[in-house]
């Protein structure tokens, strides 16, 4: 079945869906399918109906039925479309969108260069990508697994270990989704975090920190959602 690239989130899904699953979006052409599949069913049995009525009843009754049945069915495809129409404008009427459409053509343009930088490491040329279509590149479905190994390498090759620093090996830690967006790391490769993980645990534990204490600092130094207080982390880091 045929896919499309949904005009808001870049979610892919099948072009008969009437509505983006990921976030709401209209698919119009899904939408007005849809539509006409339902007008055609309400027909369907329209007819149906004249058929049993044929048997039963007079031709002028049937005939006044089927007027009935008419009326109810153009009340019913008007109140359908107006429906619709209601919808795309309280989702900013995507289809005609600017920014929109370009992101779909840049998705488009880009798609192939991210998996090929993807297979072959090349961060920095992903990271260039983001810099292009940051809101893009966030919901290409490898972006986990970039943005864990884009912070990794910016930890890992920082020679500085301050509030900050510590911070943000805290976060990858305990609080991956930090780099991920929330409810992505479902879909990161666990067990590439898990090596890169257990490095940062590796290089915390050079500077005297168990992996118990590191736990019950980021528990009493951050708040219900998960956000550190970076000035209550100084306490850790002096000296050096």
């Given at each position: 079945?045929?896919?499309?690239?949904?005009?808001?989130?870049g979610?892919?899904?099948?072009e008969?869906?009437?509505?983006?699953?990921?976030?709401?979006?209209?698919?119009?052409?899904?939408?007005?399918?849809?539509?006409?599949?339902?007008?055609?069913?309400?027909?369907?049995?329209?007819?149906?109906?004249?058929?049993e009525a044929?048997?039963?009843?007079?031709?002028?009754?049937?005939?006044?039925?089927?007027?009935?049945?008419?009326?109810?069915?153009?009340i019913?495809?008007?109140?359908y479309l107006?429906?619709?129409r209601?919808?795309?404008?309280?989702?900013n009427?995507y289809?005609?969108?600017?920014?929109t459409?370009?992101?779909?053509?840049?998705?488009?343009?880009?798609?192939d260069?991210l998996?090929?930088?993807?297979?072959?490491?090349?961060?920095?040329?992903?990271?260039?990508?983001?810099?292009?279509?940051?809101?893009?590149?966030?919901?290409?479905?490898?972006?986990?697994?970039?943005?864990?190994?884009?912070?990794?390498?910016?930890?890992?090759?920082?020679?500085?270990?301050?509030?900050?620093?510590?911070?943000?090996?805290?976060?990858y830690?305990?609080?991956?989704?930090?780099?991920?967006?929330?409810?992505?790391?479902?879909?990161?490769?666990?067990?590439?975090?898990?090596?890169?993980?257990?490095?940062?645990?590796?290089m915390?534990?050079?500077?005297?920190?168990?992996?118990?204490q590191?736990k019950?600092?980021y528990?009493?130094?951050?708040?219900?959602?998960?956000y550190?207080?970076?000035?209550?982390?100084?306490?850790?880091?002096?000296?050096?």
């Amino acid at each position: 079945m045929k896919e499309i690239i949904c005009k808001n989130c870049g979610a892919a899904y099948s072009e008969d869906t009437e509505y983006c699953p990921y976030c709401g979006t209209m698919n119009k052409k899904g939408a007005y399918k849809g539509f006409r599949q339902k007008v055609a069913g309400f027909i369907d049995r329209m007819l149906g109906m004249k058929q049993e009525a044929h048997q039963s009843v007079s031709r002028s009754i049937v005939s006044a039925l089927i007027r009935s049945l008419i009326i109810v069915a153009v009340i019913v495809a008007a109140a359908y479309l107006i429906s619709l129409r209601f919808n795309v404008n309280y989702h900013n009427d995507y289809e005609y969108d600017q920014k929109t459409l370009e992101n779909i053509e840049w998705y488009e343009a880009n798609i192939d260069k991210l998996e090929e930088y993807y297979r072959e490491g090349d961060l920095k040329a992903i990271k260039k990508l983001y810099y292009e279509n940051g809101t893009v590149v966030m919901k290409w479905s490898h972006y986990p697994d970039y943005a864990l190994a884009d912070e990794f390498e910016q930890i890992s090759g920082d020679t500085r270990f301050n509030k900050y620093q510590l911070q943000r090996m805290l976060y990858y830690l305990y609080w991956p989704e930090y780099f991920t967006g929330r409810d992505r790391m479902k879909s990161a490769d666990m067990e590439k975090y898990q090596q890169q993980r257990q490095k940062i645990l590796e290089m915390l534990e050079e500077k005297g920190f168990s992996e118990d204490q590191l736990k019950t600092i980021y528990q009493q130094n951050s708040d219900k959602q998960g956000y550190i207080d970076t000035d209550a982390l100084e306490k850790y880091v002096e000296g050096d």
